[in-house]
């Protein structure tokens, strides 16, 4: 069984920052990309940013200089360093990765798409 747990949402000033952190675990062969979408009340939940297994990255414009999404491999961890925020991002923030689960037989499994629990970012003062 493969979980993706998030850490690091809280409430914080607008300009300031914070970290997220998605750590995946359980019978995994490879993750593929892994990135943080969110969703605002009444909106629709959008790509935040993502990286691949090779380190190529992709933003949304709203967030491109602000946040810096990065990726530990020999952790199963993704982090998202968030800077300069705003009350527009306020949203329940979501971990999602493509991962190849390890089979009983040791081989590699179909890929699917996995989700966190969420984490709530406020930004307000």
């Known amino acids: 069984q493969v979980q993706l747990v998030e850490l690091g949402g809280g409430l914080v000033q607008p300009g300031g920052s914070l970290r997220l952190s998605c750590a995946a675990s359980?019978?995994?062969?490879?993750?593929?990309?892994i990135g943080w979408y969110r969703q605002a009340p009444g909106k629709q939940r959008e790509l935040v940013a993502d990286?691949?297994?090779?380190?190529?990255?992709n933003y949304a414009d709203s967030v491109k200089g602000r946040f810096t999404i990065s990726r530990d491999n020999a952790k199963n961890t993704v982090y998202l360093q968030m800077s300069s925020l705003k009350p527009e991002d306020t949203a329940v923030y979501y971990c999602?990765?493509?991962?190849?689960?390890?089979?009983?037989?040791?081989?590699?499994?179909?890929?699917?798409?996995?989700w966190g629990q969420g984490t709530q970012v406020t930004v307000s003062s």
């Open positions: 999602n990765a493509v991962i190849s689960p390890l089979t009983g037989w040791g081989t590699r499994g179909t890929g699917r798409r996995y």
């Open positions: 990286i691949t297994s090779g380190g190529s990255t």
């Open positions: 359980g019978s995994i062969f490879s993750i593929n990309a």
